[in-house]
């Protein structure tokens, strides 16, 4: 029963006033017909009146405290704050509040068109994600997302606020982004982002398969709303990793932007600080902090079109000004994408490039790896030779003297050569494994020696 409802049985003492004391009916009831209580039952009478009181006396703080949690959820569900941009849409789901905006065609981020991201190959952007599923997807009708959320450690506790969404739409990018303007009222912002992620090609995000999208699943599952089968995944996180982790410290999108992009966020919030921002603006703050918090998630869901672009371009085509550990790392890619060719320009723009030596000897020791998975010992021979004096490093020295020894003894069968280089290979695969190395191929040598006497 109601707290509220068990109060009601409760009422002033008649003739007591505003101040008069409270009774219950049935004490009310026994005092008629007790009163006058005899005098032998006074001191018995005084110690009920002190139990009254006390009880009296707790109901009254109970109720208190009762009135003080009904002002504050009351607080809570009042008409929340205005947004200061955007506009309140009536949708089949209830009120959402929706933040929209179209980019300019030839709008650009950075050095980068926009618009560069329509005219990527989704073949080649399957092999730069290294996932199949992105072969033959229609790139028009992609899906940008990313959110902002009450904290950044995940769990069912943290919520997705904001929800930032970008797509061509005629060729134009359209910005749309969805807003909570209060907690507890997720499920039109979640319909509506089961529609757009029902309409698109695939999703593309910057962490998203880690972060947001495990934690808009669980929302759906919340707010018990279906949750729309996803389409392919584009996570370029994973695409930036693989490309730039050997030349930057970080890989976090804003160092994207200015890297690749050459794009440089001034007055950007810092994430850390948007859950504090919005907590503030739920407890009645001034709603323009909200104003940072939606332009950096506009930034973010721009920059990854501008970003999708761009790595495209640079997987296309070698761009000879470009840094030879990009090369490299394009090469990489490409030789795990089964891509030999791709990955061999790549490489070879590496050693080409003017950079570290150690680089140079990567891209050799690779360019064998392919040229060896093509049937080309010859080649793959010939690039681990070049490698040799350009490495100082006594284990890396040993790699290429095994690889080396392998090839000459598997694929050339030149046991001679095998064997001089199988000298060098005990750092490598041990001092048993070596010796046993050793011995084969000088069999070998002397057998090979008396066919030819």
């Known amino acids: 029963m109601d707290f509220k409802r068990k109060l009601r049985g409760l009422r002033p003492m008649p003739g007591s006033g505003s101040g008069g004391e409270l009774r219950t009916p049935a004490v009310d009831d026994e005092r008629d ?4 209580l005899p005098a032998a039952l006074d001191a018995e009478d005084e110690g009920k009146d002190a139990r009254i009181a006390r009880l009296r006396g ?21 008409e929340p704050q205005p947004v200061p ?23 650009c981020h950075g050095r980068v068109p926009v618009a560069g991201a329509l005219s990527v190959d989704s073949s080649l952007m399957a092999k730069l994600a290294l996932d199949t599923e992105l072969d033959g997807v229609d790139l028009s009708r992609m899906l940008i997302l990313d959110t902002e959320t009450t904290g950044l450690a995940g769990g069912t506790g943290t919520v997705p606020f904001l929800i930032g969404l970008s797509f061509f ?17 997720e499920v039109p912002m979640l319909q509506r982002l089961a529609e757009r992620i029902r ?26 709303v279906p949750a729309p089968e996803l389409p392919p995944h584009l996570d370029l996180l994973h695409c930036s990793r693989r490309i730039f982790k050997g030349r930057l410290d970080s890989v976090r999108l804003v160092e994207m932007e200015r890297e690749v992009l050459g794009f440089h966020r001034e007055g950007d919030v810092d994430g850390s600080l948007i859950p504090g921002l919005y907590t503030g603006y739920l407890r009645g703050g001034d709603p323009d902090v909200l104003l940072p918090i939606l332009e950096h998630n506009d930034m973010d869901v721009v920059a990854l079109a501008a970003l999708i672009a761009e790595l495209a371009r640079h997987f296309t085509e070698v761009q000879r000004e470009g840094d030879p550990r990009d090369h490299l790392a394009y090469a990489r890619v490409a030789a795990r994408a089964d891509d030999a060719e791709r990955a061999l320009h790549f490489a070879r723009a590496a050693v080409d ?32 030779h070049q490698a040799l004096p350009r490495s100082s490093d006594p284990g ?22 095998a064997r001089h280089h199988a000298r060098h290979t005990e750092p490598v695969e041990g001092p048993q494994a070596h010796g046993r190395r050793l011995g084969r191929l000088s069999r070998r040598l002397l057998r090979a020696t008396a066919r030819q006497d």
């Not at 309409?199 to 018990?224: E, H, M, Q």
């Open 33 to 36: 017909r007790m009163a006058p």
């Open 169 to 185: 739409d005629e060729g134009v990018l359209r910005v749309e982004q969805l807003f909570l303007r209060n907690l507890g009222q």
């Open 85 to 107: 941009v955007g506009e309140l849409q009536d949708t089949p789901h209830g009120e959402l509040h929706v933040v929209e905006r179209w980019l300019e065609p030839d709008a």
């Open 396 to 417: 890396q020295l040993a790699e290429l003297h095994f690889a080396l020894a392998k090839l000459y003894e598997h694929g050339l069968r030149d046991w001679g050569r």
């Open 199 to 224: 309409t698109a090609s695939c999703i593309v995000s910057y962490n998203g398969k880690s972060f947001d999208w495990p934690l808009l699943r669980s929302r759906f599952i919340l707010n018990r």
């Open 58 to 78: 707790l109901i009254g703080e109970v109720a208190e405290r009762h009135d003080r949690r009904s002002r504050r959820s009351g607080a809570r569900a009042s």
């Open 353 to 384: 490039g003017g950079g570290a030596e150690a680089v140079a000897v990567d891209a050799l020791s690779l360019i064998a790896q392919v040229q060896r998975k093509r049937g080309q010992p010859g080649e793959a021979a010939e690039a681990l």
